[in-house]
């Protein structure tokens, strides 16, 4: 039987973690996901609008106008929806809300 060298082992192991921690630490943001699932279809992964999206009238994220609205306002806009976009208040928590226009503020105009 062959013996383990530990310090072999142990430089393994930290390789692996270094590989795998960055992807996990990115799978783990839940504001991401839940945009990704609730608002990216019609306003994109990055903010913009999807093209279905424009088509509805989908705001864009990264505008000056959308950034200017106060917490209040847009967080009235996710819970009760607004002209074609659906409310989310009956399907969110008060919290997945907050976290969702905390991920729309990371947008930043012009970009």
Do not use: W
């Not at 505008?63 to 819970?79: G, H, R, T």
């Amino acid at each position: 039987m062959k013996k383990i060298n530990i310090r072999s082992f142990a430089v393994v192991i930290a390789i692996a973690m270094v590989l795998v921690l960055p992807s996990a630490a990115a799978a783990q943001n839940p504001s991401e996901t839940l945009y990704k699932t609730k608002c990216a279809a019609c306003h994109g992964p990055d903010g913009s609008g999807s093209a279905v999206g424009k088509k509805l009238g989908a705001h864009d994220f990264r505008s000056a106008e959308v950034q200017a609205q106060s917490d209040a306002a847009l967080n009235a806009i996710i819970a009760q929806g607004k002209n074609k976009m659906p409310a989310y208040a009956k399907t969110l928590k008060a919290d997945e809300i907050t976290a969702l226009l905390a991920y729309i503020r990371s947008f930043t105009p012009g970009k």
